[in-house]
Nanobody, 117 residues
Framework: QVQLVESGGGLVQPGGSLRLSCIVSGTIFSRANMAWYRQGQGKQRELVAGINSLGVINYSDSLKGRFTISRGNPKNTVYLQMYSLKPEDTAVYYC???????????WGQGTQVTVSS
C-alpha cells in the first residue's frame, strides 16, 4: 500500500523560509513521479511543482524562483524548499505520487503552511 506522509509545515513570518518533506513507503520510490500541490481556504487545489522519476522538474509559473523541488531517492523523500514566503502562500500543502503505468494518484494527508506576522 502506497503511503505518503508530509511534514515541515508551520507558522512562518512573511519573507521567511520553510522546507517540506514527504516520505513515501509501500512502493519503489525511484519509479514514482512526485509533485507538491496546495489548497488555500476556499480555493481549488493547484500544482506547485513536480519532479518525475527521471528528475525532470516543472513549476507553477507563478511560483518559479521562490520554490525548489528535489528528491532524495535513497531516503524515499521528496522536498519542497520555499523561500520569500508571502501570506498568499498560506495553504495546506499536499504530496502526490503517480506512476507511468497507472492512472492512480496517491495523496498525503497534507501539512498546513501559514504565512503571517
Amino acid at each position: 500500500q502506497v503511503q505518503l506522509v508530509e511534514s515541515g509545515g508551520g507558522l512562518v513570518q512573511p519573507g521567511g523560509s520553510l522546507r517540506l518533506s514527504c516520505i513515501v513507503s509501500g512502493t519503489i520510490f525511484s519509479r514514482a513521479n512526485m509533485a507538491w500541490y496546495r489548497q488555500g481556504q476556499g480555493k481549488q487545489r493547484e500544482l506547485v511543482a513536480g519532479i518525475n522519476s527521471l528528475g525532470v522538474i516543472n513549476y507553477s509559473d507563478s511560483l518559479k524562483g521562490r520554490f525548489t523541488i528535489s528528491r532524495g531517492n535513497p531516503k524515499n523523500t521528496v522536498y519542497l524548499q520555499m523561500y520569500s514566503l508571502k501570506p498568499e502562500d498560506t495553504a495546506v500543502y499536499y504530496c502526490n505520487a503517480r506512476f507511468w503505468s497507472s492512472d492512480i494518484a496517491y495523496w498525503g494527508q497534507g501539512t498546513q503552511v501559514t504565512v503571517s506576522s
